[in-house]
């Protein structure tokens, strides 16, 4: 059960910035964290049949999108960028979201492959961090991926420079209809510069928010052997 100790409502001021009351009532937002306990004796020795586990629950109490996980990278400046993506496929090789080959995020990882994901779900107290290297998978898989997609999802990935500026939105919906007239009677191939990367997991961990902010971190390490090793982390 989540219990908050403050409800805060904001408030402005009268030309709509936050009231200066808002802004110190920030420091009063908090919950207690009273979860399941989560140690290394009850992980599962493979990270990614635990992570199935902690996904699974997900799937079941999670209205929206509890395929959603927070994507970062950083290119080779050192400059770091986050963003939600979907998680759509993963198995003991690693995860699998999907993208335009030319966006932002796919620069950054073609610069500088080694990205972090995290999934959070705060109804359920969780968290899970996976850091890794991203690499593209086989156009085979991404097209399996494109082809299961619906006919307005396949059309957006042709319509849309991702990442580019574009002088309205009213320009990005005639280029939708170029492509609805292009594909009619066609059907509509996967773009070249669309498809899947692969996250591939060097180190892995979950969170289980608990009481006093005592949360359980167990951590999941790869050697080069490709044996995993679980340690406990402070919390």
Same mark, same amino acid.
């Given at each position: 059960?989540?219990?908050? &100790?403050?409800?805060?409502?904001?408030?402005?001021?009268?030309?709509?910035?936050?009231?200066?009351?808002?802004?110190?009532?920030?420091?009063?937002?908090?919950?207690?964290?009273?979860?399941?306990?989560?140690?290394?004796?009850?992980?599962?020795?493979? #990270?990614?049949?635990?992570?199935?586990?902690? &996904?699974?629950?997900?799937?079941?109490?999670?209205?929206?999108?509890?395929?959603?996980?927070?994507?970062?990278?950083?290119?080779?400046?050192?400059? #770091?960028? +986050?963003?939600?993506?979907?998680?759509?496929? &993963?198995?003991?090789?690693?995860?699998?979201?999907?993208?335009?080959?030319?966006?932002?995020?796919?620069?950054?990882?073609?610069?500088?492959?080694?990205?972090?994901?995290?999934? !959070?779900?705060?109804?359920?107290?969780?968290?899970?961090?996976?850091?890794?290297?991203?690499?593209?998978? #086989? #156009?085979?898989? +991404?097209?399996?991926? &494109?082809?299961?997609?619906?006919?307005?999802?396949?059309?957006?990935?042709?319509? +849309?420079?991702?990442?580019?500026?574009? +002088?309205?939105?009213?320009?990005?919906?005639?280029?939708?209809?170029? !492509?609805?007239?292009?594909?009619?009677?066609?059907?509509?191939?996967?773009?070249?510069?669309?498809?899947?990367?692969?996250?591939?997991?060097?180190?892995?961990?979950?969170?289980?928010?608990?009481?006093?902010?005592?949360?359980?971190?167990?951590?999941?390490?790869?050697?080069?052997?490709?044996?995993?090793?679980?340690?406990?982390?402070?919390?």
């Amino acid at each position: 059960m989540l219990r908050y &100790f403050k409800r805060w409502i904001p408030a402005r001021d009268d030309v709509g910035r936050p009231a200066q009351a808002v802004k110190q009532g920030i420091a009063m937002l908090r919950r207690e964290y009273d979860g399941k306990p989560f140690d290394e004796t009850s992980a599962d020795p493979d #990270p990614f049949t635990q992570f199935e586990s902690w &996904f699974g629950d997900a799937v079941k109490h999670i209205g929206q999108d509890p395929n959603a996980m927070i994507l970062a990278t950083a290119d080779k400046e050192g400059q #770091p960028t +986050s963003r939600t993506v979907l998680l759509k496929g &993963f198995d003991e090789e690693g995860f699998v979201f999907y993208t335009n080959y030319n966006s932002r995020k796919a620069k950054s990882i073609e610069e500088n492959p080694r990205v972090s994901l995290t999934f !959070y779900w705060p109804d359920l107290m969780r968290q899970i961090q996976v850091h890794g290297t991203a690499e593209k998978v #086989p #156009p085979e898989i +991404s097209d399996e991926y &494109f082809n299961s997609r619906p006919d307005g999802s396949k059309l957006g990935a042709w319509a +849309s420079d991702q990442s580019s500026p574009i +002088s309205s939105r009213y320009a990005l919906e005639e280029q939708l209809k170029q !492509y609805e007239e292009t594909f009619r009677d066609t059907g509509i191939p996967r773009p070249p510069h669309w498809g899947g990367y692969r996250v591939v997991p060097f180190r892995i961990e979950f969170w289980q928010g608990r009481l006093n902010r005592l949360h359980d971190r167990i951590s999941y390490r790869n050697e080069e052997n490709g044996r995993w090793i679980i340690e406990r982390l402070s919390p």
